[in-house]
């Protein structure tokens, strides 16, 4: 069974840094692409950040120059480095991924979260 299990998230000031990690772990034949998202409270699912197979990346107009998505093909592990953190970048914050496994191909999977408050 696929999981993803997403880590490094708390309560920093603004300004400060943090570094997101989800690994996926399981019975796992390819990885296409792999996404950040967040939730605030009282608002909807956003995407964030971007990263397919080959490395090339998107990001919200949000966190552009602010935020670095990454990955290691080699661990199946996502990565968002988030620099400049502002109270509004305050959400829970999901990985997001297609791969495929013995369930089937491209499949989308979801983990639980990692919480990112921003506060003084």
């Known amino acids: 069974q696929v999981q993803l299990v997403e880590s490094g998230g708390g309560l920093v000031q603004p300004g400060g840094s943090l570094r997101l990690s989800c690994v996926a772990s399981?019975?796992?034949?390819?990885?296409?692409?792999m996404a950040w998202y967040r939730q605030a409270p009282g608002k909807e699912r956003e995407s964030v950040a971007t990263?397919?197979?080959?490395?090339?990346?998107s990001y919200a107009a949000s966190v552009k120059g602010r935020f670095t998505i990454s990955r290691d093909n080699t661990k199946n592990t996502l990565y968002l480095q988030m620099n400049s953190l502002k109270p509004e970048d305050t959400a829970v914050y999901y990985c997001n991924t297609e791969l495929w496994s013995p369930i089937g191909r491209g499949m989308q999977y979801w983990g639980k979260g990692t919480l990112v408050t921003v506060s003084s």
């Open positions: 990263i397919a197979s080959g490395g090339i990346t």
């Open positions: 399981g019975t796992i034949f390819r990885v296409d692409d």
